[in-house]
């Protein structure tokens, strides 16, 4: 086991290339091979990852089964892997909603049925095999998890920033050829769109992060520190081995923030994201929101205050404003939307603001909240959204008013619904609720008026969770929805355990906390910050008693 890390990263890329080389075909049984095998590289994966996070002592060294290959000796550059606590529940996060995603996505790339219609449609040349092959959907769903997990497993500044880039290429492709079909005749040109607004974002805050990167690089080295190495540099910047002059840390702070930014999203970064969830397939859409974004808000906690713990404190009070404008304004966009999936898509990027929000608050209770937001927006929005997307493959639409009464032609569906839907409005018992109120708790202790505003989101987030329920699954039976199926056993099978682990971690939190609590220590203690002390501190009388 002295190549975990690399087992586990490596373990969907060889399926990515094992699915994407099984042989083409339109006959079931290939389809079902191609399949199967994505299935059980992502099982798998579930497995190492699971090892990893149950390997990792939280009293031990911050980076744990460390492992590195040369590379690029020449710049300094090797492919080294080490693991905290926050990568390693954030890399099980993305290992256990992978094959839920495959198993949602079962049909997703399958040819029209007889008559047409479906989410595997043909394409304009009436050749399914030219736009909607299995084993390249598959193949990129891989591609995808062993990039993100690498991502949060990377303790080298290069190849972390490779692995941050390289993961636009298979999203583009799912995004732009495997999208969303319910959207209208023209829905084509739309995914197109969306995937070409996605890839220019985010190639264009990959750019100024490599900028950042290499003016990293050449400051350290002309201080005798030639390395991308992540513990090496935050080592030497925090004992003032190796000093950045106060322009130069926040140019380079900003260069690596502006990146974290656009893939987190913040606001007003953040408008890629609406088009590409909406024209996505659930699945698809999932792994944006649920892990790819979530690479951003960690990159966050790693690299912006790791290697600039000054510039983060300096910057700290404008982000803030900028993640409650996102809380506020992604919550009121949510209540006015038509579409189910773009309403999706608002509600996160308010989600993301209260994660942002707890990690610039820079208290403990704001980042352990944050990381442990980020674990929980993945399962509950998971469970939302595919939910969503077995109703939409039903009823062949998006738009909310298309529905009406499902909850009395689907009642196991509807009830799936609102669990999720309870879950993003973060009602008590269901995990969202831990997290958000950590992340006010710690937000408010160092900066109230911030707390406060912020508060408004959870009002706003119950208007539109409920709004959407009551719209949809509630009321007279639309005519459209008499036909709908309730969910068949392989839809259970990817709901039920998200539900279950929603439901789990609303209730006893303490593996997870126990895991990140740690980290966010280390973390705090590099931009040299500990928690405010009360404001009314209770003094204890010679008796013990207090007052």
Known sequence: MGALLTATCAVPAVGAVLTAALPAGSSESRRRTTKVVALGASGVTLVLAAVVAARFDPHGARFQLNESYSWIRSFGVTFSLGVDGIGAVLALLTAVLVPMVILASWH????????????????????????????????LILAVEAMVVVSFYATDVFVFYVFFEAML????????????????????????????????YNLLGGLVMLAAVIGLYVIAQEQ???TFDLPTLTSAIADGRLQLSGAAEKALFLGFFFAFAVKAPLWPLHTWLPNAMGESTAGTAVLITAVVDKVGTFAMLRFCLGLFPDASKTFAPAILVLALIGIVYGALLAIGQKDIKRLVAYASISHFGFIIMGIFALTSQGQSGATLYMVNHGLSTAAW????????????????????????????LAGTFLIGSLATLSLPGLAPFVSE???LVGTFTRYPVIGIVATSGIVLAALYALLLYQRT????????????????????AVVAPLVALTIL???????????????????????????????????????????
Request: aromatic share 8%; no cysteine.
């Open 473 to 492: 699954m509630t009321g007279p039976v639309k005519e459209g929805v008499r036909s709908i199926p309730d969910l068949k056993a392989r839809e259970l």
């Open 224 to 226: 005798g520190f030639a």
């Open 108 to 139: 997703d790339a399958d040819p029209p049925a007889a008559g047409g219609g479906g989410p595997g449609q043909a394409g304009p040349d009436g050749t399914f095999e030219n736009s909607r092959r299995t084993q390249a959907f598959f193949a």
């Open 385 to 412: 959204m595919l939910v969503a997307g077995f109703l939409i493959s039903r009823r062949g639409s998006r738009l909310i008013a298309d529905y009406g009464g499902v909850q009395k032609v689907a009642p196991v």
């Open 505 to 547: 971690l609303g209730v006893y939190p303490k593996p997870l906390t126990d895991l990140v609590d740690p980290s966010v220590n280390a973390t705090l203690s590099q931009v040299h910050e500990t928690d405010p002390a009360p404001a009314h501190p209770v003094a204890a009388t010679s008796g013990g008693e207090q007052k």
């Open 169 to 200: 290429i298979p999203m583009y492709f799912l995004i732009g050829g495997f999208g969303d079909r319910a959207g209208g005749p023209e829905s084509a040109r739309q995914r197109s769109y969306a995937a070409v607004k996605f890839l220019l």
């Open 437 to 439: 109120f950590l992340v």
